[in-house]
């Protein structure tokens, strides 16, 4: 049996971030090894954990301090969850008191799913009175290209070498995008069957012409 590989991860933002201290509470709650990245405010996303979910194996748990050192809101929190489960692995949150893997931590992330389907509810209602007064005022120009409609150009620079962070990065989405859009590839991908071979048809017997000598006319049989 496979025994659990604790990672630990925090993210350093200048002065504010005591990093012995997390160091310290990491190793504390088991974590083997600590991944260490610094907060650019210039760049998007956090590179080194995004690398780190895309290793993520069976039984591997992911800790970190608290919410803000993964996420940058529940929509993103739920997205870097789903990625964990995907590969087998856990996320354990110390300051929450969140496992993934437990029952406690199940139920909480149910709850925080169900507030963040509350919130895009309240957020489409909002888009659907503000289009509808648009509409009435010849202003409405339709919407921006998503996540989902880059597909084509995700999988093309993809297939150029670039790495998800980059491909995220240029295309203007979140790197769990990219992700997810690989991901639904691949099974589209699966349920493909290949063709079918042709069926060999059996090969028409010949009939034989011969004359009739008595009626000059043709038999066949």
Same mark, same amino acid.
Request: hydrophobic content about 35%; glycine content about 8%.
């Given at each position: 049996?496979?025994?659990?590989?604790? +990672?630990?991860? !925090? *993210?350093?933002?200048?002065?504010?971030?005591?990093?012995?201290?997390?160091?310290?509470?990491?190793?504390?709650?088991?974590?083997?090894?600590?991944?260490?990245?610094?907060?650019?405010?210039?760049?998007?996303? /956090?590179?080194? !954990?995004? $690398?780190?979910?895309?290793?993520?194996?069976?039984?591997?748990?992911?800790?970190?301090?608290?919410?803000?050192?993964?996420?940058?809101? #529940?929509? $993103?929190?739920?997205?870097?969850?789903?990625?964990?489960?995907?590969?087998?692995?856990?996320?354990?949150?110390?300051?929450?008191?969140?496992?993934?893997?437990?029952?406690?931590?199940?139920?909480?992330?149910?709850?925080?799913?169900?507030?963040?389907?509350?919130? /895009?509810?309240?957020?489409?209602?909002?888009?659907?009175?503000?289009?509808?007064?648009?509409?009435?005022?010849?202003?409405?120009?339709?919407?921006?290209?998503?996540? *989902?409609?880059?597909?084509?150009?995700?999988?093309?620079?993809?297939?150029?070498?670039?790495? /998800?962070?980059?491909?995220?990065?240029? !295309?203007? +989405?979140?790197?769990?995008?990219?992700?997810?859009?690989?991901?639904?590839? #691949?099974?589209?991908?699966?349920?493909?069957?290949?063709?079918?071979?042709?069926?060999?048809?059996?090969?028409?017997?010949?009939?034989?012409?011969?004359?009739?000598?008595?009626?000059? $006319?043709?038999?066949?049989?």
């Amino acid at each position: 049996m496979k025994m659990s590989n604790i +990672i630990g991860y !925090l *993210r350093v933002d200048g002065a504010t971030s005591n990093v012995k201290l997390q160091s310290e509470r990491l190793k504390a709650a088991g974590a083997s090894k600590i991944i260490r990245e610094v907060a650019d405010h210039r760049a998007n996303g /956090r590179p080194r !954990l995004a $690398q780190l979910l895309s290793t993520i194996n069976e039984k591997d748990i992911l800790i970190v301090e608290s919410l803000p050192s993964i996420a940058d809101s #529940t929509k $993103q929190l739920l997205e870097l969850v789903e990625q964990i489960q995907s590969g087998g692995g856990g996320l354990k949150i110390l300051e929450s008191d969140l496992d993934t893997s437990l029952l406690p931590g199940y139920v909480l992330l149910k709850l925080l799913q169900m507030i963040d389907n509350f919130e /895009r509810q309240i957020k489409r209602e909002r888009q659907a009175i503000g289009i509808a007064k648009a509409k009435r005022e010849g202003r409405y120009k339709g919407r921006k290209p998503t996540a *989902r409609a880059k597909a084509d150009e995700v999988i093309k620079l993809i297939a150029q070498g670039l790495t /998800r962070e980059k491909v995220a990065d240029q !295309l203007g +989405i979140g790197v769990a995008s990219v992700y997810r859009i690989l991901k639904n590839e #691949t099974a589209t991908q699966d349920k493909v069957e290949p063709p079918s071979k042709p069926v060999a048809r059996p090969t028409k017997s010949l009939k034989k012409t011969v004359r009739n000598t008595d009626s000059g $006319q043709l038999s066949l049989f």
